[in-house]
């Protein structure tokens, strides 16, 4: 009879550790889950986020291409004459730079 109850108290004891183990690793697969939801929902985010930059960023460049495209309009009715404003416009300002550089 002693031998019985031993095997019975052995066998509640690993029944007991096996329910704690069981558990943790319920804890564990449940914090795991979380993780994997939170990754989802930034991934999620992160997506929007990087459309509506590409949005943006497209909506941009059609901007420029068309101040380009009426920028070359404008020198190819002006001739050279813009050229020369430009080049003007760096002497002067080459100009004013290096008068400030001289009086500091």
Do not use: H, P
Request: aromatic share 16%.
């Amino acid at each position: 009879q002693y031998q019985q109850y031993n095997s019975n108290r052995y066998a509640d004891d690993l029944e007991g550790q096996n329910d704690e183990a069981l558990e943790g690793l319920s804890a564990k697969v449940k914090l795991l889950k979380d993780i994997t939801i939170g990754i989802g929902n930034e991934v999620r985010e992160s997506t929007v986020q990087l459309s509506q930059m590409n949005d943006a960023f497209a909506e941009t460049s059609g901007i420029l291409a068309g101040t380009f495209r009426r920028m070359n309009n404008m020198a190819t009715r002006q001739g050279c004459r813009w050229l020369w404003y430009i080049v003007f416009l760096v002497i002067v300002f080459w100009f004013f730079i290096v008068v400030w550089w001289f009086r500091r």
